[in-house]
């Protein structure tokens, strides 16, 4: 079946401008993840959806970053006047929810946001 | 806060070898742990898991033990073959937020014939 789909796959930027990245999880996920993985590190947690709500938005870096999730399903992640250290590979996944042990995220192949 | 440390890489070595790369992690709890490959072209996706002391996961030949005394996982596998080279993620979760994983920054692992 459909895995996560994300679009696009790569973004270049000039800094400053805004960027949406989108998101289309497994269907019937009802939880979904952004994380953010910059060049030699690990993957960083950005926010958390169960259903259509985040009730943990603790990774966001600044107020430049906001994410939604409509119809439980697709979420859009957006960044507002870029700047170069957030290039990065953004990376969504989707699960069934409950524990990470019993649920497994799956992940999409990311987007790759260059800022020039 | 939470943290995993893996072995850095790259890491290179020939069809049959022994392979092990080593994690180690910081928590503040009783974390259950997990390993999660990407092979190329494809997204992170789940290997193993265990959730206490002493456990074992395997998979794909693959097997890591929960070590509590040296807070380590270690991944290993006997005799890799081509098809195993991929990026290779270490991932703890915390229990009182266990919806949530943090990664290490991952190792990457080149099996040539």
């Known amino acids: 079946g459909a895995g996560v789909s994300q679009s696009p796959s790569n973004k270049v930027t000039e800094k400053g401008k805004d960027v949406e990245l989108r998101c289309d999880p497994i269907s019937g996920h009802t939880a979904l993840y952004w994380y953010r993985q910059r060049l030699g590190q690990g993957l960083e947690f950005l926010i958390y959806?169960?259903?259509?709500?985040?009730?943990?938005k603790s990774g966001l870096p600044s107020d430049r970053f906001s994410a939604e999730r409509t119809g439980e399903s697709v979420s859009t992640l957006t960044i507002q006047r870029t700047q170069q250290e957030d290039s990065a590979v953004y990376l969504c996944?989707?699960?069934?929810?409950?524990?990470?042990?019993?649920?497994?995220?799956?992940f999409g192949n990311g987007t790759r946001l260059t800022v020039t | 806060g939470d943290s995993v440390t893996q072995m850095e890489g790259p890491v290179t070595l020939s069809e049959e070898a022994f392979l092990t790369i080593n994690c180690t992690y910081t928590a503040t709890g009783y974390p259950s742990l997990f390993w999660y490959v990407q092979y190329p072209g494809e997204g992170l996706q789940l290997l193993l898991k265990?959730?206490?002391?002493?456990d074992k996961g395997s998979n794909k030949g693959f097997e890591a033990t929960y070590r509590k005394e040296t807070t380590s996982f270690h991944l290993e596998k006997g005799s890799v073959q081509v098809s195993d080279s991929a990026v290779y993620f270490c991932a703890l979760s915390d229990r009182s937020n266990d919806y949530k994983l943090s990664f290490g920054a991952g190792t990457t692992v080149t099996v040539r014939a």
């Open positions: 996944a989707s699960s069934l929810g409950g524990t990470s042990y019993n649920s497994p995220l799956h």
């Open positions: 959806f169960q259903g259509n709500s985040a009730p943990d």
């Open positions: 265990a959730t206490k002391a002493d």
